[in-house]
């Protein structure tokens, strides 16, 4: 089996500040997600990236940028953080399902506040 | 657009007594229907995905069946354990080719005894 590995698992850090989160899967999974989690509002869709060096906009994109240098990986950078934010990243993979669709295979998280 | 709509907030439940947790859908397309369960400080995992060809899907003593008719895919079990205790997470995706997945708002589950 794989894992996903995210780092740093808690985040700290000051308004404005650009913060980056790192995502590492070992599935060989095409198909990589950031996806922000709050409390009563479910998981939100940030960014993905189909393949290598291919990015799309999620619903929640602004105010982050992401980045796919290798199928592996994939980054998040909240690009100025807002004071009294907190909030619990999740990164996934997935492979391109056919006849039986793929599943989604979550990271642990990564928790953000800022101060 | 494609939405998911699932019993929202907090389910509190006696131990033995059932589980139903509803979810229901918007969808263009013809979608795949999934549940996800993340207990407390760990990753969120599959529970259940529909099928193509109409089966029920169980697992740990949950099953949901997809009705197309009426855009439903509730969660069911038949007795709650303590361990059921956890946040569970409807969802849909669209596309069989790279997967654009939608997310309910999330149901918190608490068993007691």
């Known amino acids: 089996g794989g894992i996903i590995t995210q780092t740093p698992k808690f985040l700290i850090g000051q308004e404005g500040q650009k913060l980056t989160l790192k995502c590492q899967q070992n599935f060989n999974h095409d198909t990589m997600y950031w996806y922000r989690q709050d409390s009563g509002k479910g998981l939100r869709l940030i960014y993905y990236s189909i393949t290598e060096n291919d990015l799309q906009k999620g619903d929640l994109s602004e105010g982050y940028d992401a980045s796919r240098e290798k199928k592996s990986s994939f980054s998040l950078t909240v690009t100025s953080a807002q004071k009294n934010e907190m909030a619990v990243f999740l990164c996934?993979?997935?492979?391109?399902?056919?006849?039986?669709?793929?599943?989604?295979?979550f990271g642990e998280g990564s928790k953000l506040t800022v101060l | 657009g494609d939405s998911v709509t699932q019993t929202e907030g907090l389910v509190t439940l006696t131990e033995g007594l059932p589980v139903m947790l509803n979810c229901t859908y918007q969808?263009?397309?013809?979608?795949?229907l999934f549940w996800y369960v993340q207990h407390l400080n760990e990753a969120p995992k599959l529970l259940l995905k529909s099928f193509t060809d109409n089966k029920r899907p169980e697992h740990q003593g949950f099953h949901a069946t997809l009705h197309k008719s009426s855009s439903s895919f509730h969660l069911q079990k038949s007795s709650a354990q303590l361990s059921d205790s956890a946040l569970y997470y409807c969802a849909l995706s669209d596309r069989p080719g790279y997967q654009n997945f939608y997310f309910g708002k999330g149901t918190s589950l608490t068993v007691i005894p």
């Open positions: 969808s263009t397309y013809s979608p795949f």
């Open positions: 996934a993979s997935s492979i391109p399902g056919t006849k039986n669709t793929g599943q989604l295979y």
